[in-house]
């Protein structure tokens, strides 16, 4: 959230720190303040103060009451114990309103769980127009752009207390508002002329029949303000967070507004908005005829009040350092906080706003941030004697990847996400990964075929993979264990089938139960192009027949003697050589000529030919076949770069008396 320093100066009269204090006070003790950009020779047409704005990365326990100048004004108020006013401008009074109107105004909501609280308000007789300097200085410095008056009065109690506002044109509706879900295959065109087709998810703002607005989203065009309009309904609503969210995502739209509805606000927070909004809009678009209409407030359900009770002993045990009574006090009144003792209990009754305050932790939090976890000392560990409790699930799979690397296994982990499925996703990552799996078999049989392309690589004459995952069915989540083979390309031997069975016969003899392919889940699926063994099973099963894991070495865990190197992302390329040497030439001899002239660029290399051959005139000759593997970690290697490394080998070698490239 981008923050005017200018204007939460206001709410102090002044004596706010200095933007980098500020900067940080909140990255210490509250968030993120991510960058600081002085305005001061920013040329925005205006005759503006010096001003700096701050990106401010709200989190999510305090994006409820602090995606708001006041919100942010009041952490630093109870950081630097600097009281801020309630506003940061002073506002006329409802005595200066003019004459009430008659005009009749009703609030009907279908659904009470999903709009919270929506409150309804005609004023008539204002003229539209552009909006005084101060208030256009407010927006553009933070980056909107300036509309009208009654536009940006709304944006500005947004961006004041946080409570997201709209405005109808009162004489293009029905003098009703109908909060309810939209019809299948309805459509609105929004402020900003896309048209959205909607369904009954949705939740409307509507006049009982056309459609106005997308609740807590977007704006419709129906009721959209014009320079000639005279009459207006203001909205100040409250909707479930979850529904914003979802509405969101599903017609692509995000706004300052939905951003704020789906990180849930207090549903009081309308009826302080509709006032200060009001006093706004006669100030700036009223006129002597103007007229303000009674409040219509539909509240299905009042939100609570809430008291939460902790002790300076709880609070200093949460923390991890000694808090005192009049700690406590100081903090909760530098937050201004309603509080009373009772006994060795300070009971808070919760602000409206912060909804994050819901236990006692809540309280420590906030006692703990102000105090300043610097001041929180390193405690060493008490040492622990009791036996530790041995995990019987995670022994036994590491045993059966002891077993598996020693013969010859890799362990893969592939994606939950799949093309099909029985458990759909709401929001799925990709279209083409919108189910969660229901078996590791599909993934296995990916991984042995994408790799089976790649055996020279990865230095795998067979591929050889296993898998622990879970699994997910409409009946519930489960976990599973898969293990398959596969040749590639031209190898015949020695045969999937034969390879897994017999890891399944050395896994049965060394757990402790049977692991065999009648058991398997998936059998072994073989076809004339394409040869793999796999064989899947339910690891829960399985751990049922073993019995508890009583002691298990760790230290045995993981090999510490390796080390790894990054995995070059460029493809690889293949070249074979093989060459006749005189009989009792070292395989030493021929590798050295490579090693020197292949260079850098050759990452893999392997012997798999040698032999004798005795020519017509008696003389025997040893022939040495070698398969190269060249790569770089920068770019695409092409065709005449790796041709020119293999002719120059192949001339060293030729140079070599009796030495012959075949």
Known sequence: MKVSYKWLNEYFEGKAPAPKKIEDLLTMHSMEVESVADLTQTSRGLDAEKDFVLDVKT??????????HRGIAREIGALVDLKPNLYSRKFISDKEFPCQSERKLEVK????????????????????????????????????????????????????????????DADKIKSEIVVKNAVKGQKITTLDKKEVELDESILLITDGQNPLAIAGVKGGNFAELEISTKNIILESANFNPTLIRKTAQKIKIQTDASKRYENDLTSELSGESIDILTKLIVEIAGTSETKVGIIVDNYPTKQEKVELGISAKEASSIIGVEIKDSDIEDIFNRFQ??????????VVTV??????????????????????????????VPQN???????????????IRRILYQEGFSEVINYSFTDKGEVELVNPMSPERRFLRTNLTDGIKES??????????????????????????????????????????????????EVLENTLKILSENIGTEFSLRQSASSPQQSATSEASVAEFDF???????PEAIEYDFSEIGDKTKKYKK??????????IAVFTPEGTKAESVFAIIEKEAGELMIKNRLFDVFNKTTSDGVTKTSYAYRLIFQSYDRTLTDDEVNAIMTKITEKMNKNEGWQVR
């Open 59 to 68: 989190l999510p326990n305090n994006n409820h009451s602090c995606l708001c």
């Open 109 to 168: 909501i279908e659904d009470g769980k999903l709009c919270r609280r929506y409150i309804g308000r005609v004023v008539e007789n204002i003229k539209v127009g552009p909006s005084p300097v101060w208030l256009k200085e407010k927006l553009e410095t933070l980056g909107q752009r300036s509309i009208n008056n009654v536009v940006d009065a709304t944006n500005f109690v947004m961006l004041e207390i946080g409570q997201p506002m709209h405005a109808f």
């Open 337 to 346: 906080f309603v509080w009373k003792k009772d006994g060795d209990q300070f």
């Open 351 to 380: 602000p409206v706003e912060r909804l994050d305050l819901r236990i006692k932790e809540d309280l420590a939090e906030e006692i703990g941030r102000v105090y300043g976890y610097e001041k929180i000392k390193d405690i060493p």
């Open 385 to 399: 004697n009791e036996k530790v409790k041995i995990d019987k699930g995670f022994v036994y799979k590491e045993e």
């Open 448 to 497: 042995l075929e994408f790799n089976a392309r790649y055996s020279e690589l990865v230095e795998m004459p067979q591929i050889k993979v296993f898998e622990f995952g879970h699994v997910f069915k409409n009946s519930g989540e489960g976990s599973n264990f898969v293990i398959g083979v596969k040749n590639p390309v031209g190898l015949k031997k020695p045969k999937e089938k």
């Open 540 to 546: 829960i099963k399985i751990l049922e027949k073993l």
């Open 567 to 576: 995995i070059s992302q460029f493809p690889f390329m293949i070249r074979d």
